[in-house]
């Protein structure tokens, strides 16, 4: 595949830290998810806010997130610790969760899921170089795949919480945020107690005052820059979830069924994340990407011009779908790509690309929403992910370049000999 050759067929060893900050997502995610499920038709039907704002609320929150990321990034590479930063995320995170019961405005809204968000994108960069600090190359698609399979069980789980909780709470909305909360203490508990500080191999820490002092772009292979091209379009085509709720709810979803969208969602998303991760690491990631962006061709087609509320669903799990080939392996890819004393910058910088795009991105769905509605809205995401498609395969030969010996995590073996395309063995 692009970064190596064929993973051994012996069973893929996942270490204890990949699963455990899984299962953290796992009770982060739930938590978010009840609260997300209700927060478009909170703020669209019961606030009076307009599609476009909802834009870009949940663009500035997805992008500050995701902006956040390269300073962790950056600070996790200069301490060679990752583990305090990622309690520091979740912890804001689990703080802010009070403020959407409480809140009595959109703008108060809009403040819980900005600073929410800034918490996700402190944790967010340290937490995926951790994973690829931990797992050997050959097994990254695997342990990407299964972190995600366990967030996506908290974004399967959270709406339909949230569903059982209206229904048997009489739709007491606030009810529902406040219990919404738990999960979320449940999360740092779990990450506190669990979660061990990998041993540095010597190729972390190496950077000294400033942490953005001394950036030079030729720290980075061009495959990386490359990748970081082709993430901006990615995140182009594909804007915020809110748009998958706010479909159903104009297509005549009743409000305590709404939910049920990111259930369907996330049920095809877990279902493909940790299979598509393993079968990244014995074929080419760029073309399992390409085939995403088919998948999402698809969805928006569907969610486009879908005549009934059943293929509205089906467009929804199709969405899913795309989400379970793509996500883990752009995370894989970054690791893939990036020097190993740079990890966290890259991830960072991965994900600053991402979140200034998904800014843009919600502001032009939402204003294309607000305009035309949801046909021209989809249609344009089909036709950007053709786009995205061609691209991630005309990168498909593109190998990343050999590694030193400290490339290799620190936990896997020594090999006799390794593949060609590897790193030497350490």
């Not at 912890?91 to 600073?115: D, E, N, Y």
């Not at 809110?242 to 990111?262: C, D, I, M, N």
């Amino acid at each position: 595949m692009d970064a190596h050759g064929p993973a051994p067929r012996s069973a893929v060893r996942i270490p204890r830290n990949v699963w455990i900050l899984g299962i953290v997502s796992m009770f982060m995610d739930t938590s978010s998810e009840m609260i997300h499920a209700l927060l478009p038709v909170l703020l669209v039907g019961t606030l009076g806010v307009s599609a476009f704002a909802l834009g870009l609320i949940e663009g500035v929150a997805e992008g500050t997130a995701s902006i956040t990321k390269i300073f962790s990034g950056v600070l996790s590479d200069r301490w060679s610790r990752r583990k305090p930063l990622i309690v520091l995320g979740y912890g804001l995170a689990a703080l802010t969760k009070p403020l959407f019961p409480m809140a009595g405005s959109a703008m108060t809204v809009f403040t819980a899921r900005f600073l929410d968000r800034i918490g996700k994108g402190i944790r967010g960069a340290p937490r995926d170089a951790l994973v690829a600090d931990e797992v050997a190359p050959e097994h990254r698609g695997a342990a990407y795949g299964l972190r995600q399979s366990l967030d996506t069980i908290g974004g399967f789980a959270g709406p339909l919480i949230a569903v059982g909780l209206m229904a048997l709470l009489a739709f007491d909305l606030h009810h529902v945020l406040w219990i919404a909360c738990i999960p979320a203490l449940l999360a740092v508990s779990t990450l506190v107690i669990g979660v061990r500080e990998p041993a540095a191999d010597g190729s972390r820490g190496a950077t000294r005052g400033n942490p953005l002092a001394g950036f030079h772009v030729a720290d980075y292979p061009r495959k990386f820059w490359a990748l970081v091209t082709l993430v901006v379009l990615f995140t182009l085509m594909r804007f915020s979830e809110a748009f998958l709720v706010l479909r159903a709810s104009e297509g005549g979803l009743a409000t305590k069924w709404v939910p049920l969208t990111l259930v369907v969602m996330s049920a095809t998303y877990l279902l493909t994340a940790y299979p598509a991760g393993k079968l990244s690491d014995r074929m080419s990631r760029h073309v399992l990407l390409a085939i995403g962006c088919v998948v999402m061709v698809i969805a928006d087609l569907l969610l486009a011009f879908a005549p009934s509320m059943p293929w509205v669903f089906v467009g929804i799990a199709v969405w899913g779908v795309h989400m379970g080939l793509t996500e883990g392996l752009l995370s894989a890819l970054t690791a893939d790509y990036a020097p190993a004393h740079l990890r966290g910058t890259a991830f960072g910088l991965v994900n600053l690309a991402r979140g200034l795009m998904q800014v843009l991105a919600s502001a032009v769905a939402g204003g294309l929403w607000t305009w035309s509605g949801p046909s021209l809205t989809f249609g344009v995401g089909a036709a950007l992910a053709v786009l995205t498609g061609i691209t991630s395969l005309s990168m498909r030969s593109r190998r990343p370049p050999q590694m030193p010996a400290t490339s290799r995590p620190t936990t896997a073996a020594p090999t006799a000999a390794a593949p060609p395309a590897a790193p030497p063995a350490g």
